[in-house]
């Protein structure tokens, strides 16, 4: 027996030594790789993210306190990373540099988290929770739900400190995960939603044993410990919270769910994210079937909870759009987290960092090339933005197909006039229950009633009947910008006087008359 306890003491002291020699590369290359992933940030114009040029007028709006088209309204919303960094950065920065500064903490948190996690999980740093690295760029990034992106490291995190504080005083543990609970629910509700899940989860065998053996008063204890971090949450939730618009509660068709999966790696280039996605699973699939794959059983249930609640959720709910395709990206990190090689021989071990390397440097070459390619675009929208007179009214026009992510996007780039030239852009987000922006009056309604896909049809697709009608939800602005990432083709109007501008950024300013 004693010699039992001897082993394992020396079995632990070696694994802490070995964590603790480990640490200072692993910190070297974790520095490296967000340095790497961090390139495509500052070399172009502006982030080819679908929604980032829409964040970045508001941030504009908080930092300058509104104006005369745009309210602050703030309130406890969780949805607020963005919202409350990136302002806070711009008085220390310009705005720009504040925004991409946010994504590399975006990254740093999510690849951070993962790495940590796997610390804690597997009870020693590994190389392998770098995987984390090959999924940064994935195709929530690429819609730029970017304090989505930040609150699910965030719960990385948190839930690596709470394993971490487990053999803590438990008023510790009560302390700092309600901290970190308020923090994932500030950022966004999901985030939240991925930490309850997965601690839940965690916390299940532990539950089970305490009922089985009738410890009620260890499992009060222990669903009290797991509680009280939602109490301020919960209040904020059922009692702060504006209005929000009921929405559309659209789901996922089943069959879809396992080809969603592969949104981890989709990108730029089909066929070769494909490639990666396969040799990603493939990898695991076969050190699991020969028995090299070692899962931390408590995670791998909080896992499971994860899984079964993007198999169950929809996709569009209230206001929220993408609500089940925020959560592969939470399960794959999750899944590094939770597993570590073991007894891999070492031509094995160095073959997998091998490819795991090559496949992280091809696809940072596709990504940053895409994302030049990006600048020269942007920049030449952004010159016809500033030819704009300060104080407009620009109305936006764009396809419904324009609203997936994914190239160049231009669906959100006239935003930036609201920055660049303090015009009043229908478009900009301003939801109560989501951003701390609000529209003033008559605005909100002028917004109302010019919708970006009518306008489109009027004009771009419809007949001369419907370029009229089209024309007269215009009389209250001074231009129209058509955007579409695909070329297209405005047919001639007389309301319409054709600026310079690019071909998938076509400026006009707006004919006044009684026949416009």
């Not at 960094?85 to 310009?94: I, W």
């Not at 923090?183 to 989860?201: N, T």
């Not at 919960?234 to 209005?243: G, H, M, R, S």
Request: with cysteine; net charge positive.
């Amino acid at each position: 027996m004693a010699l039992g306890k001897t082993l394992i003491l020396r079995s632990s002291r070696s694994e802490r030594l070995e964590g603790r020699n480990t640490a200072g590369p692993i910190l070297v290359a974790f520095l490296a790789l967000l340095v790497i992933v961090s390139v495509p940030v500052f070399s172009t114009v502006l982030p080819p993210l679908l929604d980032y040029p829409n964040h970045l007028a508001r941030m504009h709006l908080l930092v300058e306190g509104g104006n005369q088209f745009y309210a602050v309204r703030w309130s406890p919303l969780p949805d607020l990373a963005e919202d409350l960094l990136v302002p806070a950065l711009a008085h220390l920065v310009p705005l720009e540099l504040a925004g991409r500064l946010f994504l590399v903490l975006t990254f740093a948190l999510l690849a951070g988290g993962t790495l940590w996690l796997n610390r804690v999980a597997t009870g020693r740093w590994r190389w392998w929770g770098f995987l984390g690295f090959l999924l940064l760029y994935d195709r929530i990034l690429l819609w730029g739900f970017l304090n989505y992106l930040f609150g699910l490291g965030i719960a990385l995190c948190a839930i690596a400190l709470w394993l971490a504080l487990e053999e803590a005083p438990r008023w510790r543990r009560i302390v700092a995960s309600s901290l970190v609970a308020l923090a994932c629910f500030l950022s966004h509700i999901s985030a939240l939603g991925v930490y309850a899940l997965a601690l839940a989860g965690m916390e299940l065998a532990t539950a089970l044993r305490r009922l089985r053996a009738r410890d009620m008063r260890g499992l009060a204890a222990q669903a009290a410990t797991f509680g009280v971090q939602f109490i301020v949450p919960t209040i904020l939730i059922v009692f702060c919270q504006p209005a929000s618009p009921h929405g559309v509660l659209s789901f996922t068709a089943p069959r879809r769910k396992p080809d969603l999966l592969f949104s981890v790696f989709d990108n730029y280039n089909r066929p070769f994210d494909v490639v990666c996605f396969a040799l990603f699973v493939a990898l695991f699939g076969v050190l699991a079937w020969r028995g090299r794959l070692r899962l931390d059983p408590r995670l791998g249930l909080g896992i499971v909870m994860v899984l079964a609640a993007y198999l169950l959720l929809p996709s569009q709910m209230l206001s929220g759009s993408g609500v089940d395709r925020r959560l592969p990206l939470a399960l794959f990190l999750l899944l590094i987290a939770a597993t570590a090689p073991r007894a891999l021989p070492r031509r094995a071990a160095l073959a997998i960092g091998l490819a795991a390397t090559v496949v992280f440097a091809a696809r940072m070459v596709v990504i940053e090339k895409m994302w030049l390619d990006a600048s020269r675009t942007y920049a030449a929208d952004i010159a016809a933005i500033d030819t704009l007179p300060e104080d407009a009214k620009l109305a936006v026009a764009y396809p419904d197909r324009e609203t997936n992510a994914g190239g160049v996007p231009e669906l959100h780039v006239a935003t930036l006039a609201v920055m660049r030239r303090e015009t009043f852009v229908p478009t900009l987000f301003a939801y109560a229950s989501q951003q701390p922006i609000a529209l003033r009056q008559p605005y909100r309604d002028l917004a109302r009633a010019t919708s970006p896909n009518w306008i489109w049809d009027g004009f771009v697709e419809g007949n001369a009947t419907e370029r009229a009608a089209s024309a007269a939800l215009l009389k209250d602005y001074d231009f129209v910008v058509f955007a579409d990432r695909d070329l297209f083709t405005v047919p001639p109007s007389s309301c319409l006087i054709a600026m310079p501008s690019p071909p998938h950024f076509r400026l006009f300013r707006l004919r006044s008359g009684e026949t416009c």
